[in-house]
């Protein structure tokens, strides 16, 4: 019964930068691989990063890379995701997601917990 509820996203111009957060409850967030995927309309849901909280790897989709970054907060039971340099085509639904069975569940997006999803829109 593990819950995980994003906030951050919003509206912003191509260029501009949001930072979404995913907090957890009902686990222990310590054992968790967490990540985040995205969905825009008539798309499949993709990959677009992770965290490997066991030995601090992160992983990115290529589109992404250079521009976001993902961070952990243990303390808080939060995860982040920092998105810079904002493209259009990053406009998505995006959902954090959980597994404490090991990273390949999240990369491989079959992870075993789901947030809602926060709307990141960006516009031209």
């Known amino acids: 019964q593990v819950q995980l509820v994003e906030s951050g996203g919003g509206l912003v111009q191509a260029g501009g930068s949001l930072r979404l957060s995913c907090t957890a409850s009902g686990g222990t967030f310590s054992s968790y691989n967490m990540g985040w995927f995205r969905q825009a309309p008539g798309k499949e849901r993709e990959f677009v990063s992770a965290f490997n909280w066991s030995g601090g790897v992160t992983r990115y989709t290529d589109s992404v890379k250079g521009r976001f970054t993902i961070s952990r907060d243990n303390a808080k039971n939060t995860v982040f995701l920092q998105m810079n340099i904002l493209k259009p085509e990053d406009t998505a639904v995006y959902y954090c997601?959980?597994?404490?069975?090991?990273?390949?569940?999240?990369?491989?997006?079959?992870?075993?917990?789901w947030g809602q999803g926060t709307q990141v829109t960006v516009s031209s």
């Open positions: 997601a959980a597994d404490d069975r090991g990273y390949t569940y999240i990369i491989t997006g079959i992870p075993a917990y």
